[in-house]
Nanobody, 124 residues
């Protein structure tokens, strides 16, 4: 079973920076898409940023120019560098990965996994 371990949340003041990390493990053959989502109190979970195995990226309009998503395919790890943080960025941040587990001999199976959320709190 694929596990995603998230780290890097915290409490900081507006204008500060924070980097989140998400490492996937557990019989992974290949990860296609990795992304970061967030959920603020009383709101639905929303996509923050995503990246494909080929390196394409996609960002929510609210974070463009401030957040950068990157990944290390060799480590099955995705990062989210968050700069110029605002109080409205306060939320629980979740990591998501979609791909394949198994091997070419015994067979491949699709997976989709979520990491435990990490709280990011930005004070004004």
């Amino acid at each position: 079973q694929v596990q995603l371990v998230v780290s890097g949340g915290g409490l900081l003041q507006a204008g500060g920076s924070l980097r989140l990390s998400c490492a996937a493990s557990g019989g992974i053959f290949r990860i296609n898409d990795m992304g970061w989502y967030r959920q603020a109190p009383g709101k639905q979970r929303e996509l923050v940023a995503a990246t494909t195995s080929g390196g394409s990226t996609n960002y929510a309009d609210s974070v463009k120019g401030r957040f950068t998503i990157s990944r290390d395919n060799a480590k099955n790890t995705v990062y989210l560098q968050m700069n110029s943080l605002k109080p409205e960025d306060t939320a629980v941040y979740y990591c998501n990965a979609v791909g394949w587990v198994g091997d070419l001999v015994t067979g491949l199976h699709e997976f989709g996994s979520w990491g435990r959320g990490t709280q990011v709190t930005v004070s004004s």
